[in-house]
């Protein structure tokens, strides 16, 4: 039988950058196709040159035997390839129904049916899984539940290949398994899927066949059977995992940099999403590498987003270097010397329509405190550079586009941004969610390089093999409430899983 898929000898340049240099991919019916490859390697534009998004410079294309030419994602759609994409396409003031259903809406000409729309996009969702009301608005809706509308629009269609880009990043552990088992679901029914993911633990988990990508280059495909993990790693950055940054030190002090007491924030009746806390107490030292661990929605984002002065507290007192302070706004966090690396990124942090220069050094140089006028060019290039080199930002030169830049050298801007600024406290939400599995050890690195020079730490990751690795102690977190704490040594998955999950566990309040 023939390939549902073929792509051969695909060239695709942008101004600057070879994106893609003689790749070739193929994908089965009914197969789970993971594509990886390293922040920056093609993935993505591999992706959209299928979907009719980008055409290519030169290469064939095979859609089930015969050689098709893909124009328009309209067309890529017509033929049954759906893809999700790496940054939401949602429109935010719709409702979920409409979302799913936009443009092709079910109802007699111009009538739009609304009670049809409501029972399909019902339909759809009960399949996978989705309790919410389908006439919620998507701007109420968290990361994670826009990921799962994203989803049932593909499923919605009625497509032969799917490809995912990232589907996980912004999933919690719960979410995840049940996405992987709806595309074993779709595998089962015949429908090809291609995975893009920085989580190799997926890969090993629900892939059936991988390809990796290098520089814009083939670096290797094989039956997932024929593969490890550290087969994989090589393959995409050229080193075995083992010569990757593992922490063995920790520089925590007795000094404590930033006291939380009894931190209280009110529910907030427009935003369901948005978890109360109840009271949060805690202490940071120089040094520290404190990590918060907690379920989507436990209130970790909340906690870092009251002290850095993002959202108001009602109750609660914050001594930041033995001082009480008041941080009312994020220019009075910045201003004592707190950097915050928000968690939605795309959303929060970057300016897409400035350079990777002007991004990076924001913070840094103090464009937020009006010092405009000062910015020195040449320190300002000196410090992209470096780093530019600490991260391996894959950028044409420094003027380029943020919002050309692939998804995870998006990222690292942000990170490198925050810690040019050199804080005396740095909170971390999410740091390497859709960075690759090299650059999650280089930024891992940077954290500890900070902490050896006594900037203290708070570090929010629902990855608990993360939390595990750079943690010199853990708090866990849930419902708005901190649930146990414990030392570096101490601290199991197992018993962080415990102390975080929503049921089971006594409740203590
Ligand atoms: N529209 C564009 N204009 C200019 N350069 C681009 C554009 N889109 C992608 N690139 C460049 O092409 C290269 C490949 O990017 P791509 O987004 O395909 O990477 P990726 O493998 O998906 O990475 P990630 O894992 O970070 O999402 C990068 O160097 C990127 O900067
Ligand atoms: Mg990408």
Request: with cysteine; net charge negative; aromatic share 4%.
């Amino acid at each position: 039988m023939t390939a549902i898929l073929e792509m051969r000898s695909i060239n695709k340049a942008f101004p600057g950058v070879q994106a893609l240099s003689e790749v070739t991919l193929t994908v089965e019916r009914g197969q789970i196709h993971g594509l990886l490859g390293e922040n920056g390697a093609g993935k993505s534009t591999l992706m959209k040159i299928l979907a009719g998004v980008y055409a290519p410079d030169s290469g064939e294309i095979l859609f089930d035997g015969a050689s098709v030419s893909i124009a328009t994602p309209h067309q890529a759609q017509q033929m049954g390839i759906v893809t999700i994409y790496q940054e939401f396409t949602l429109v935010p003031h719709l409702t979920i129904a409409e979302n799913v259903f936009i443009g092709r809406e079910p109802g007699v000409g111009a009538f739009l049916s609304w009670g049809r729309l409501r029972d399909q996009t019902r339909a759809v969702m009960d399949g996978l899984g989705i309790t919410l009301d389908p006439m919620t608005p998507v701007s109420a809706l968290s990361v994670a539940e826009q990921q799962m509308v994203e989803i049932a629009r593909a499923l919605s269609m009625q497509s032969k290949v799917i490809v995912m880009d990232e589907p996980t990043s912004a999933l919690s552990e719960h979410e995840v398994h049940q996405l992987l088992d709806i595309c074993r679901d779709l595998k089962a029914k015949g429908i090809s899927i291609i995975f893009i993911t920085h989580h190799l633990e997926e890969v090993m988990r629900v892939c059936d066949h991988i390809t990796v990508l290098r520089d814009g280059r083939n670096a290797g495909s094989a039956p997932i059977g024929d593969v490890t993990l550290d087969n994989i790693i090589q393959m995409m950055v050229g080193r075995s995992a083992s010569e990757l940054f593992k922490r063995t030190q920790s520089y925590a002090t007795a000094e404590t940099v930033l006291s939380v007491r009894d931190l209280r924030t009110a529910a907030d009746p427009n935003n369901p999403n948005k978890t109360a806390l109840h009271g949060i107490s805690f202490e940071v030292r120089r040094g520290e590498i404190l990590g918060i661990a907690g379920l989507i929605g436990a209130g970790r984002t909340e906690a870092a987003r009251a002290i850095f002065g993002a959202d108001r507290f009602e109750h609660g007192a914050i001594t930041f270097e033995g001082k009480p302070v008041a941080i009312r706004s994020p220019l009075d966090a910045i201003r004592l010397g707190i950097g915050l690396i928000p968690e939605d990124r795309k959303q929060q942090a970057l300016f897409l329509a400035l350079a990777v220069r002007e991004n990076l050094s924001i913070a840094a140089l103090g464009r937020l405190l009006h010092w405009i006028n000062f910015v020195r060019f040449d320190a300002e290039r000196q410090m992209v550079e470096r780093y530019r080199q600490a991260l391996n930002i894959r950028m044409s030169g420094q003027d380029q586009t943020v919002g050309n830049l692939s998804g995870g050298n998006q990222q690292k801007v942000v990170i490198a941004r925050w810690l040019a600024m050199e804080p005396k406290l740095l909170i971390v939400d999410e740091p390497t969610r859709g960075i690759d599995v090299a650059a999650k050890a280089e930024v891992h690195q940077l954290l500890d390089e900070l902490a050896s020079r006594g900037i203290a730490i708070v570090m929010i990751s629902s990855e608990l093999p993360e939390i595990l690795s750079m943690s010199d102690r853990i708090l866990t977190i849930r419902e708005g409430r901190l649930t146990g704490e414990f030392q570096r040594a101490e601290a199991t998955e197992e018993r962080l899983m415990q102390a975080m999950a929503l049921s089971g566990a006594s409740a203590s309040s």
